[in-house]
Nanobody, 123 residues
Framework: QVQLVESGGGLVQAGGSLRLSCAVS????????MGWFRQAPGKGREFVAA????????TYADSVKGRFTISRDNDKMTVYLQMNSLKPEDTAVYYC????????????????WGQGTQVTVSS
């Protein structure tokens, strides 16, 4: 059974950095694009970033472009989200997700999800 487990969240001051990890077990990621999404209280799940199977292509939400970097290590079955210059509006639960073959920006197109990790940015 495929499991995705996020880690690395926490409390950080505005302007700080965090690195999230998403470890995948019970399956593979080499044939799958991976995405990061987030959900703030009272809001819907929002696309953050996605990466292709090989890692050669990435895409980002405009709100995080230039501040966040998605990467992956297929040998370690892990996907990362480096978050720099964090802002209070980045506060949310962050989720990773797996999609067969190509990446997408819509949450409904991802089949497997982790349980999420909380990121809180104080002003």
């Amino acid at each position: 059974q495929v499991q995705l487990v996020e880690s690395g969240g926490g409390l950080v001051q505005a302007g700080g950095s965090l690195r999230l990890s998403c470890a995948v077990s019970g399956g593979t990621i080499s044939m799958h694009a991976m995405g990061w999404f987030r959900q703030a209280p009272g809001k819907g799940r929002e696309f953050v970033a996605a990466i292709s199977r090989s890692g050669g292509a990435t895409t980002y939400a405009d709100s995080v472009k230039g501040r966040f970097t998605i990467s992956r290590d297929n040998d370690k079955m892990t996907v990362y989200l480096q978050m720099n210059s964090l802002k209070p509006e980045d506060t949310a639960v962050y989720y990773c997700a797996r999609r067969y073959l190509t990446f997408a920006t819509s949450a409904g197109q991802y089949a497997y999800w982790g349980q999420g990790t909380q990121v809180t940015v104080s002003s």
